[in-house]
Nanobody
Framework: VQLQAFGGGLVQAGGSLRLSCAASGRTFITYDIGWFRQAPGKEREFVAGISWTGGSTYYTDSAKGRFTISRENAKNTVYLQMNSLKPEDTAVYYC????????????????WGQGTLVTVSS
């Protein structure tokens, strides 16, 4: 599975962005997908995850109520809708695919996209 994240950009605080994670490979639909982010000088952290069916979603506390993860398996794409963005959301966002347990654990993910930069200005 190859993943490509895009949709990042510069947005003012309170604004919205939708990130997309496009996948190649016919086995995409069998993978759970997660979004992670890494801010300058900080470790990569889990943001949101979705099961391969789309029936289960997971969020870190800071994302709950503001971010929504979804997927369209027919398009091999996972989305992360981010609303009410804050300056502390500034980071490079990565999507990743996993076939093992551990939705919030980076080590559980087998494939990673290249990342897309989100910058939120105050």
């Amino acid at each position: 599975v190859q993943l490509q994240a895009f949709g990042g950009g510069l947005v003012q605080a309170g604004g919205s962005l939708r990130l997309s994670c496009a996948a190649s490979g016919r086995t995409f639909i069998t993978y759970d997908i997660g979004w992670f982010r890494q801010a300058p000088g900080k470790e990569r952290e889990f943001v949101a995850g979705i099961s391969w069916t789309g029936g289960s979603t997971y969020y870190t506390d800071s994302a709950k109520g503001r971010f929504t993860i979804s997927r369209e398996n027919a398009k091999n794409t996972v989305y992360l809708q981010m609303n009410s963005l804050k300056p502390e959301d500034t980071a490079v966002y990565y999507c990743a695919a996993r076939s093992r347990r551990g939705a919030s654990q980076a080590g559980a993910y087998d494939y990673w996209g290249q990342g897309t930069l989100v910058t939120v200005s105050s």
